[in-house]
């Protein structure tokens, strides 16, 4: 079964520094969005992206979060300058529409932690 | 906006009995999808079950189904003969019909005892 897959895994960093999270969508997908999780707390929608653009982003998503799709296989979410309320379970998902009817499959995660 | 409510932070069952975890939702719109995603220690998060609004039969899956109450606003989750491996945080999500992102609960942990 096709899959999402994030890299790095597991991502420390100091705080201020600039990081960027990895997601590979499943080939045919055309919309991506990527999700955070603070620890012990729910999944929060942060951006969707479709078409190079942002379709989407939540007020989470502000000037110091970006997403690009750099070429044709990775979509990433950078980080500018992180602080220690980043440090979250970040999660990328694909689906092939928007539509409810389409299943939104998620990534493994990256567990980010900023110190 | 749509929000989701799980009013159940933790749960236990006993291995092959069977549990509910609740969940409720408040909406305007009449085109939806509703899912519940198991998240185990490792917080990847799988997808165990989904409901299309406009379906008035309930989803099953193996073990699991849901109860679906339109007019209430409800989407229970069933888990029969519970096994270890059914331990997780389980979360329940919304998503409109025409709109890409998921809105999820705060999340219920699922403790099996043996």
């Known amino acids: 079964e096709p899959e999402v897959t994030q890299t790095p895994s597991h991502q420390v960093t100091q705080m201020g520094q600039e990081v960027i999270l990895r997601c590979v969508p499943i080939s045919n997908h055309l919309y991506f969005y990527w999700y955070r999780q603070i620890l012990g707390q729910k999944v929060e929608f942060l951006v969707s992206f479709y078409n190079n653009e942002i379709s989407e982003k939540s007020e989470i998503f502000d000037d110091q979060f970006s997403v690009e799709r750099p070429d044709g296989s990775n979509f990433t979410l950078k980080i500018r300058s992180t602080k220690l309320e980043d440090s979250a379970m970040y999660f990328c998902?694909?689906?092939?529409?928007?539509?409810?009817?389409?299943?939104?499959?998620f990534g493994p995660g990256t567990r980010l932690l900023v110190l | 906006a749509q929000t989701v409510t799980q009013s159940q932070p933790e749960m236990s069952v006993q291995e092959a009995e069977t549990v509910t975890l609740s969940c409720t939702y408040d909406?305007?719109?009449?085109?939806?999808?509703l899912f519940w995603y198991k998240q185990p220690p490792s917080r990847q998060m799988i997808l165990v079950i989904r409901?299309?609004?406009?379906?008035?039969q309930n989803a099953t899956e193996n073990r699991f189904s849901v109860n679906f109450q339109k007019a209430a606003k409800s989407f229970s989750l069933k888990i029969s003969d519970s096994q270890l491996g059914d331990a997780a945080m389980y979360f329940c999500a919304y998503r409109s019909g025409g709109m890409g992102k998921s809105t999820f609960g705060d999340g219920t942990t699922l403790t099996v005892k043996p």
């Open positions: 409901q299309e609004a406009y379906k008035q």
């Open positions: 998902a694909s689906s092939f529409g928007t539509s409810g009817v389409e299943t939104q499959y």
């Open positions: 909406t305007s719109e009449s085109d939806y999808y």
